[in-house]
């Protein structure tokens, strides 16, 4: 298993050149298809939409065709005119735009920090509606490579998913640590997730960890810094039809996190 088609979140934000980065690096690896989606839509709320002129409103064109403009130039500066990745830009609302590009995607990659002037894509949405893995980058991230990783395991389809979605980033890793949390899953159980990856010629370990008083992400997270990990595997769920709303505690959680990067799979 591979990545063979990826997509990466280019909309306007600070950390733009990182992102690009990293999707360079994972495509070239993986010898990967690679599509850049940049999409500007100006942050503005009810008020600023009833009071809204012409002026205004063609105000907020050029700050959006600037802000593209300014991607571009990352763009072009990371991929130095390469035909091997397609680009493709627009004034749009992101999540949207984006999600329709991810039909055939095998991952997403995509950053936690937020830009000034423009939306950014919602993580939650694009993972609930697309089916698509999501790889979110933190803010403060130093290496491309993720050598130590951990795996968040509940017995659960969501975690099978990002598990196996995974894989290809696993089987590169130097180390994997299976993690369950308190009584929601057995040790017998991690040691057969850890058994079944080192099937699939990843090295894991189970690790069985007990429930603080803090939420289940931040032991996990805690977990991973103990493990000297810097990306952590998990299920994306949600609770409920009104599923964009309506998501489970640790989900919630997990998109709060910005501190370390998320494999993220529903």
Not at 19 to 31: N, Y
Not at 155 to 179: F, G
Not at 255 to 260: D, E, V
Request: hydrophobic fraction near 45%; charge should be negative.
């Amino acid at each position: 298993m591979s990545f063979c088609d990826i997509v990466v979140d280019a909309c306007p934000r600070d950390d733009i050149d990182w992102t690009l980065q990293v999707a360079r690096e994972l495509a070239a690896e993986f010898r990967a298809t690679l599509l850049a989606v940049s999409y500007a839509w100006p942050r503005l709320s009810i008020t600023d939409v009833l009071a809204m002129s012409t002026f205004s409103v063609q105000e907020q064109t050029h700050s959006m065709e600037d802000a593209l403009t300014a991607t571009r130039k990352a763009f072009d500066k990371a991929f130095k005119s390469s035909n091997e990745v397609e680009w493709c830009s627009g004034i749009r609302e992101p999540t949207a735009a984006i999600r329709d590009h991810l039909i055939y995607a095998d991952l997403l990659i995509t950053s936690s920090s937020e830009g000034d002037v423009c939306v950014s894509p919602d993580s939650t949405k694009l993972a609930l509606q697309s089916g698509a893995p999501i790889l979110r980058l933190e803010q403060a991230a130093v290496s491309s490579r993720f050598p130590k990783v951990l795996v968040g395991w509940k017995d659960c389809p969501q975690a099978r998913r990002a598990l196996h979605d995974a894989l290809p980033l696993l089987k590169r890793a130097e180390s994997v640590a299976v993690v369950g949390v308190g009584d929601e899953v057995s040790v017998d159980r991690l040691e057969a997730v850890a058994t079944h990856l080192c099937h699939h010629k990843v090295r894991a370990n189970p690790r069985h960890i007990p429930r603080s008083e803090d939420s289940v992400c931040a032991d996990l997270v805690s977990q991973a810094a103990h493990e000297g990990a810097t990306l952590i595997v998990a299920g994306f769920y949600s609770r409920g039809s009104l599923a964009e709303r309506i998501l489970g505690g640790v989900t919630r959680d997990m998109l709060k996190n910005t501190n370390i990067s998320w494999f993220l799979a529903h």
